[in-house]
């Protein structure tokens, strides 16, 4: 099956530090990926819809300039947390859709990013 | 305003009881239903979904859902429960309409605990 890696699985940083996520589609090829965050017990938040080759389109109330999404290419997206303090502290959550897939499959998800800021 | 609801926080059963976790949404147009499993620290599985058809899914790990689009409702079945089905589940809606990202609404999620 269709498979997202995402790397690192955890990271520790400092405060002011930035922190650079990857998600790679193994296995097919996504011009769209998603990046979700979510809170202890809490569900997930869309953050952004990043798009192969074109600037990402974030949710509102979402800070473009701290949460960078770069979509290089058709199996890799990348978002760096720029300065990352405390209440950056979360659990990043990546998500594709197989290009050659019908509109209405589901998405495939990697395993997520544990971010803390010390 | 678009939004799924999952009423109950954590759902209690003990092993080889059916199980039920609710879900209802509110969606204009035709919706795209979906429910997720995940583990402790980890992504999301897909375990089923509703598009168009018979009301009643059948997915992964013995699970199924019915669609009920009078109550709006997809709420997600196990007809006997495994201690390793004690996850947290989510049901996901994506409007009919979502600017052809494939967007998904989350639900809040909710706790399976199956007890032995």
């Known amino acids: 099956g269709a498979v997202v890696s995402q790397h690192p699985s955890w990271v520790i940083c400092k405060s002011g530090t930035s922190v650079k996520i990857e998600c790679r589609s193994l296995d097919f090829q996504a011009t769209t990926m998603f990046w979700y965050r979510q809170f202890p017990k809490q569900s997930l938040m869309l953050m952004a819809t990043s798009n192969e080759g074109s600037k990402a389109t974030y949710e509102q109330g979402v800070e473009k300039d701290k949460f960078l999404i770069n979509h290089a290419s058709l199996t890799l997206s990348t978002l760096t947390v720029t300065s990352a303090h405390p209440e950056d502290s979360s659990f990043y959550i990546c998500?594709?859709?197989?290009?050659?897939?019908?509109?209405?499959?589901?998405?495939?998800f990697g395993n997520g990013t544990r971010l803390t800021v010390t | 305003a678009q939004s799924v609801a999952q009423p109950e926080d954590q759902v209690n059963v003990a092993e080889g009881n059916p199980l039920t976790v609710k879900c209802t949404y509110s969606?204009?147009?035709?919706?795209?239903l979906f429910w997720y499993v995940q583990y402790p620290n980890r992504g999301l599985q897909f375990l089923l979904k509703?598009?168009?058809?018979?009301?009643l899914v059948k997915g992964s790990y013995g699970f199924e859902a019915e669609f009920n689009k009078s109550q709006t409702s997809f709420h997600l079945k196990k007809p006997s429960a495994l201690v390793s089905d004690s996850a947290l589940y989510f049901c996901a809606v994506r409007p009919a309409f979502s600017g052809g990202y494939n967007k998904l609404i989350f639900g809040a999620g909710t706790r399976l605990a199956v007890h032995p």
């Open positions: 509703y598009i168009t058809g018979d009301n």
């Open positions: 998500s594709a859709r197989d290009i050659d897939s019908p509109y209405n499959s589901p998405l495939h």
């Open positions: 969606v204009s147009g035709n919706p795209y």
